[in-house]
């Protein structure tokens, strides 16, 4: 998020898309409810009735998948009416012009055949969004789950810098991260290319850095992409895997071609609380500390580093995960002798310029906002107040594509994929809750009312929903708030897993999300 | 203060004390006990307001045998006798250190500070129903528009359980609002006005006004008023002044499908 | 106690403007004309009163919901607030 959560309430404007945000980040939608109460406007584009849109200005339902086309569409009618931020795109950024050609052919009229989005709404938007500052824009996986995932997020990027509204209080652009810690783990080099604090493992004095300040020569060139590497463990390129903390048989795409790529393993070592379903088929389970059980820090969506504090020690023979990998490090050669967490956070903080200032002592509760270079600042509420990161902000020209599938005669319906409010993810942590359990006991697929009454299907009937990847099976729930032609299936059910149905080859090119948020799909009753 | 609390520990008038420790700036329940005098120092009176007599209750049902104190005001003492009549706690088991409703001496038992009116936005006012509104007030909105206000209110709900889970006087074992006989399970918001007006009816002859609800709710729905008006219908239909003594409420059984002697943690009085 | 109930519930119920809706009789099996009479002016009192708000409040959905063959349960028939069971039940 390049603002902080709090600063949401005084926005005077709120546009959601892409995110359930009531369902998925509910004390954020508190604070969207707070800024409409003041008198914020509030906008909801979401290819579902979701329960923000009952308070929204304008809600409206694009077509999955149409986002580009949407946005774009809403910078056509800014340009046209001249709400655009002259100064700022003067100022700030550079490619405007090509951005104007592009988004001069999305007009109204295109962009409702592309999105479904009436031209009434798609104008009352882009007024209320370019003329009611600060606006805040917050998006979730809705944006990013695409093949498109790179183009839409860079659409809304264009979309804030066009009317100005990043680096202000209040007003920015707002990914909303979906768990605790996803910003700190990728802060820290969780991810192929680069280094803590997101310095490039191909940068040679960024290589340097971390070759004297960890003993040993380290690769310069980036790893592997979670799909390259089951892409690699296919072919039997990639013969051991560890996966802590993840459950990929029920969270990646297509889980049967998954499957065969597990099964060429030679070793899988699995470190988790509960025995998840990636976990049953390990060589090794490393069994981990719960959060409750260990010290520590997480970094959340708002970029906040706060302090995780033990509650009690370990149950069973379980270890916090830092010792587990500094044992395991030990015994492959490379000795790491931390007494406890706070010892990595020193190293860390040294090792990284934007979490150079912070100390455990500094933390407190109440944590810090990075950037925090020195021991005496603040910590940073908002980004980019001066400058973006490379200097100018840059409007990337995008064209809307169609997803990777749309439906046709064989698989009529539209499918997406998302979360419901009382489970988490695979479920390993919810589904053991009794009180979660009685919440949702089991997966389901909602179906708009007229779909299931032309299937002849009643509430709790079992569905079979199949794609060109496989068939699942799951209860009906009858929902007003789909469109026809759409299905939704939750991500946390290992009975009803609907990652069979989801493919692993639509990707976006640069990032190599999958697209789970759009497939082909046919559904009919099961037949005894 | 202090002097008072470390004799009740010294003397064995209680086992366990629950007041509120300074951390970082922030004020937390802590539990200081014959032990750990030493932390005594770090006992603190301030606005802040936690259900103290809930965790006491909840501890006593592990270990009947203690004595736990706590630091309260008025409405932690119409919490401990509404648990009494319930017959969730024994009289005497715990004793109240009493403090005056906010920090001043010069106010005993004024209103909480905390609960001092708050400024809510302009479409609140006009579409919702504002938190510092009082019953009365209420009373002069018509049916249709009492209806969408409510009902604008209760659609916010993001079925947190907050206002269950801090409630000192939400006791039941089986939450009806968790029986999806009653309220249907797997959406948001949970079924509307239903969710919210059982909970309310619950709170006939229970509610002790602490407002903590109020404060726990995440999207400020205007629980405290609601309830007011429930227990303001208790007091005219049936006389009854919740939480002001030990006398049994006109609908002890209302809303609970077994009656308290089947309850788990019963205790004769 | 039902009578309590039903009395506190009539005051509560107008507060979050529900009210008009609940009553409460005692009828024997044996009683048809009153049966028949209480049921006639009730009805009529509910008429008298409109449509239902929450069918209102709702109303894409529960006219989308009449096409299912089942409603859900989430949104149920009826006013919704509990007051068609209690009046079944009385």
Redesign the interface.
Do not use: C, V, W
């Given at each position: 998020m390049t603002n902080s959560i709090a600063e949401i309430e005084d926005a005077a404007c709120v546009f959601i898309i892409g995110s359930n945000t009531?369902?998925s980040h509910?004390?954020i939608?508190?604070r969207v409810?707070?800024a409409?109460?003041?008198?914020a406007k509030l906008l909801v584009a979401d290819p579902r009735a979701i329960?923000m849109s009952?308070?929204a200005d304008v809600a409206v339902n694009q077509r999955l998948g149409s986002d580009v086309a949407l946005l774009n569409g809403m910078m056509h009618l800014i340009l046209k009416n001249g709400w655009e931020d002259r100064d700022f795109i003067k100022a700030r950024t550079e490619g405007f012009e090509e951005l104007k050609e592009t988004v001069a052919a999305y007009t109204p009229q295109r962009v409702q055949e592309i999105s479904g989005v009436s031209p009434a709404d798609l104008e009352k938007m882009s007024e209320i969004y370019a003329t009611r500052r600060p606006a805040t824009l917050l998006y979730t996986m809705g944006i990013t789950q695409h093949t498109t995932g790179v183009d839409n997020v860079k659409s809304v990027c264009n979309l804030a810098m066009l009317t100005g509204n990043v680096g202000v209080a209040s007003s920015g652009v707002n990914p909303l991260r979906g768990q605790n810690n996803v910003q700190g783990a990728c802060d820290m080099g969780g991810l192929p290319n680069v280094f803590p604090g997101y310095q490039q493992v191909a940068n040679p004095e960024a290589n340097a850095k971390f070759t004297k300040a960890w003993g040993r020569p380290l690769p310069d060139k980036p790893g592997r992409t979670l799909p390259d590497m089951i892409t690699a463990m296919s072919e039997g390129k990639l013969k051991a895997l560890y996966v802590i903390g993840e459950n990929p048989k029920l969270s990646d795409p297509d889980a049967n071609h998954l499957k065969h790529a597990f099964n060429n393993l030679e070793l899988l070592i699995v470190q988790d609380l509960f025995l998840s379903e990636t976990a049953q088929g390990a060589h090794v389970v490393l069994p981990a500390a719960s959060s409750a059980e260990k010290d520590g820090t997480f970094t959340n969506t708002e970029r906040r580093c706060m302090r995780l504090r033990q509650a009690i020690k370990p149950l069973g023979n379980c270890l916090p995960d830092w010792e587990i990998a500094s044992r395991l490090a030990t015994a492959m050669g490379y000795p790491m002798s931390y007494r406890n967490a706070e010892e990595i956070f020193r190293e860390m903080a040294a090792l990284t310029p934007s979490y150079a200032g912070m100390s455990y002592e500094r933390l407190?509760?109440?944590g810090l906002h990075w950037p925090c270079p020195t021991a005496d600042h603040p910590g940073t509420k908002f980004l980019h107040p001066v400058q973006f990161t490379r200097g100018l902000g840059k409007f990337h020209a995008v064209q809307y594509q169609d997803p990777r599938e749309l439906p046709d005669a064989e698989y009529p319906y539209y499918l997406t994929t998302g979360r419901?409010?009382?489970h988490y993810h695979t479920g390993t942590m919810t589904r053991v809750s009794p009180?979660l359990d009685?919440?949702?006991p089991t997966g389901?697929v909602e179906i708009?009312?007229?779909d299931?009454?032309k299937l002849?299907v009643?509430?709790g009937e079992v569905l079979v929903i199949s794609s060109p990847r496989g068939r699942i099976e799951a209860p009906a729930?009858?929902?007003?708030e789909m469109l026809p032609g759409n299905l939704f299936l939750p991500i946390h059910f290992g009975e009803n897993p609907t990652n069979v149905l989801t493919n692993s080859e639509a990707l976006d090119p640069l990032a190599k999300i999958p697209e789970f948020k759009v497939s082909k799909a046919r559904v009919e009753k099961l037949v005894e | 203060m202090k002097d008072k609390v470390r004799d009740w520990l010294e003397t064995g008038k209680v086992d366990l004390f629950l007041g509120y420790k300074q951390v970082d700036g922030h004020p937390l329940p802590h539990a200081f006990s014959k032990e750990n005098l030493a932390e005594l120092g770090e006992l603190i009176v301030s606005p802040a307001r936690y259900a103290l007599e809930k965790l006491a209750t909840e501890i006593l049902a592990i270990k009947p045998a203690l004595k736990i104190g706590i630091l309260g005001r008025d409405c932690n003492q119409r919490a401990v006798n509404v648990l009494t009549v319930h017959q969730q706690i024994s009289p005497g088991q715990i004793q109240i250190l009493e403090v005056n409703c906010c920090p001043s001496p010069l106010r005993k038992h004024a209103a909480c500070s905390t609960l001092q009116p708050q400024t809510y936005g302009a479409v609140k006012l006009e579409l919702g129903v504002d938190n510092n509104m009082s019953v009365a007030q209420m009373d002069q909105f018509d049916q249709e528009s009492l209806y969408s206000r409510w009902m604008y209110e209760f659609q916010k709900c993001l079925k947190c359980y907050g206002c269950r889970d801090i409630c000192p006087v939400c006791f039941c074992k089986e939450c009806s609002l968790e029986n999806n006989d009653l309220v249907a399970t797997g959406g948001l918001p949970p079924e509307v006005p239903l969710f919210h007006l059982i909970r309310a009816v619950h709170m006939a002859g229970r509610c002790v006004d602490c407002g903590l609800c109020e404060e726990a709710c995440p999207v400020d729905i205007p629980l405290r008023l609601l309830y007011r008006k429930v227990n303001g219908i208790v007091k005219d239909l049936f006389g009854y002044e919740t939480g002001g003594s030990h006398e049994q409420p006109p609908f002890s059984l209302l809303g609970e499908s077994t009656p308290p002697e089947a309850e788990p943690h019963s205790k004769a009085v | 106690m039902t009578k309590k109930r039903m009395t506190f519930l009539k005051e509560l119920l107008p507060f979050i403007g529900l009210g008009g809706r609940l009553r409460l009789e005692w009828i024997s099996s044996a009683e048809a004309q009153k049966f028949v009479k209480v049921v006639t002016e009730f009805t009529e009192q509910i008429r008298n009163l409109g449509p239902n708000p929450l069918a209102k409040t709702y109303g894409d959905s529960l006219d989308s919901l009449d096409l299912a063959p089942a409603p859900s349960e989430a949104t149920g028939s009826g006013c919704g607030c509990g007051c068609s069971k209690a009046a079944a039940g009385a």
């Open positions: 009531s369902t509910p004390l939608a508190r409810l707070r409409k109460e003041k008198g329960q009952h308070f407190g509760i109440d419901m409010f009382a009180a009685r919440e949702q389901y708009n009312p007229q299931a009454f002849k009643r509430e729930k009858i929902s007003p | - | -």
